[in-house]
């Protein structure tokens, strides 16, 4: 976003909220889709196989911190003229952010979506999930908008890799519980 701003401020602001309301687009199409099947999302989320799926995709995100295999990204991501290079590309590159980081807010968006679901109001279920995306996203409008900042972090080294290891165990211990869970439900 920053490189993507030619130095400019307020088109910084500009290409950081349009990721931010990308992302929070995404999210509150999902707040929208749980509270309009209601049981049925909560029946679905409680299920052992869904348990296996999420604390699956868990590890394997943690073992890709772990550089025991890599993920590709899409070419549309990492291309600069891929998503285009104004609000519309930076709100499209959000969108798909919001599928991304979901298992990374999983307990957080989980317990939002069952309560949610239970709700049964559509409108209640967008807006409270775009308003956590809009939170979330916070520290991506700040740092887009004043890439100074991001020019006084630290230089990339040995302790960025010990940094990710460190989020590939965060990551790693959460995904042990839902695979726990869906075996009790199993037995």
Do not use: Q
């Amino acid at each position: 976003i920053g490189s993507r701003a030619l130095g400019s401020r307020r088109r910084a602001f500009l290409l950081s909220g349009a990721y931010a309301v990308g992302m929070a687009s995404t999210y509150a199409a999902i707040g929208m889709a749980a509270a309009l099947t209601g049981r049925v999302f909560g029946e679905v989320t409680a299920h052992p196989v869904a348990y296996l799926v999420v604390g699956n995709v868990c590890i394997l995100l943690a073992l890709s911190l772990f550089d025991v295999f890599h993920f590709p990204t899409p070419a549309f991501l990492s291309s600069p003229a891929g998503a285009g290079g104004g609000a519309g590309g930076a709100f499209v590159v959000g969108m798909v952010s919001g599928v991304v980081v979901g298992p990374c807010t999983a307990p957080v968006l989980g317990g939002l979506l069952l309560y949610v679901g239970s709700s049964g109001h559509p409108v209640f279920g967008a807006t409270l999930l775009f308003t956590f995306a809009l939170g979330m996203t916070l520290p991506v409008v700040v740092l887009g908008t004043f890439t100074g900042l991001l020019a006084r972090l630290p230089r990339s080294g040995a302790w960025l890799a010990g940094v990710k290891n460190g989020f590939g165990i965060l990551l790693l211990l959460p995904g042990e519980y839902p695979l726990v869970e869906a075996g009790k439900r199993l037995v």
